[in-house]
């Protein structure tokens, strides 16, 4: 059973710069067992973690070994594919530690790493070369919202991060107000579906209606067990992408959950 279409939900949970490698590994078999527990159905709303580099291998290892219906990532990837790039990590390695996706664009990475559009595109074309989705993170600040309206700089933003893309590629979108990250104070599911939409047409516009109808748009920003609903009662949203709360295993289980506890 899937909400919008065929588009399977995801719950994403980007734990940040937390957690080390024995931390993830207690964590990722908590979060499979609570899961399991409550007979979570994966085939209907996936869940993915998107753990610290040095996690990854132990995650990877635990994942395939006890066959574990969770899915992960990494937080970022280089543009580059190999070479003199101290402190990168390719998109090759991560395709080899099995990474089914990669987040891409993050505010903090725009922000605090000074990452432009064409960085992002960059980026978003060397995952896509080894197979793995980006998770594409768009978003506007408070004082975008303010001088632009909603949906500008997010449109913006995903147009210049398909620059390199083309045909029937597999990838995320995730809108993640800037406004909204870490402050507790949530977009309304009625802004978050009409940014959105205005995502999806451009979907439409730049890769056709097969590409555009099946890539999952996220809402990403201070989402809660107590407000995922609102969000997934949208008709373009099509899961979350999760910062502090997926640090909490009850919580983003519940999370996961919300078909649960909200009969959607
Ligand atoms: C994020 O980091 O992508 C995020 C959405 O964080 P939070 O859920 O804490 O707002």
């Known amino acids: 059973m899937t909400t919008n279409g065929n588009r399977t939900p995801l719950i994403a949970g980007n734990w940040k710069m937390n957690l ?51 899915a992960f ?43 432009t559009d064409e960085q992002v595109a960059a980026k978003v074309a060397a995952a896509l070369e080894h197979n793995i989705a980006p998770i594409i993170c768009v978003g506007e600040t408070a004082e975008d919202l303010e001088k632009h309206g909603p949906s500008a700089v997010p449109v913006a933003q995903l147009r210049a991060a398909l620059a390199n893309v083309s045909g029937a590629a597999d990838f995320v979108v995730a809108y993640e107000p800037v406004w909204a990250i870490g402050s507790g104070q949530a977009a309304t599911p009625e802004q978050a579906e009409q940014v959105a939409a205005a995502l999806r047409a451009v979907l439409v ?31 373009n949203v099509d899961g979350a992408l999760v910062g502090g ?17 909200v009969g959607l």
């Open 205 to 235: 516009e730049l890769l056709g209606d097969d590409v555009a109808a099946k890539t999952r748009i996220l809402y990403g920003g201070s989402v809660k067990s107590g407000n995922i609903a609102g969000f997934m009662r949208e008709p």
């Open 245 to 261: 709360a997926s640090l909490d295993i009850n919580e983003f289980a519940s999370i996961s959950r919300y078909k649960q506890h």
């Open 20 to 70: 080390d490698h024995l931390q993830a590994i207690a964590f990722v078999q908590k979060l499979a067992w609570n899961l399991t527990e409550a007979k979570h159905d994966f085939g209907s709303v996936e869940v993915a973690v998107f753990p610290p580099f040095t996690d990854l291998r132990s995650v990877q290892t635990l994942v395939s070994a006890d066959k574990l219906p969770l």
């Open 73 to 115: 990532g990494a937080q970022d990837v280089s543009e580059h594919v190999s070479g003199a790039y101290t402190g990168e990590i390719s998109a090759a390695f991560l395709a080899q530690l099995e990474c089914r996706y990669v987040i891409i664009g993050h505010s903090e990475r725009r922000t605090l790493h000074g990452e």
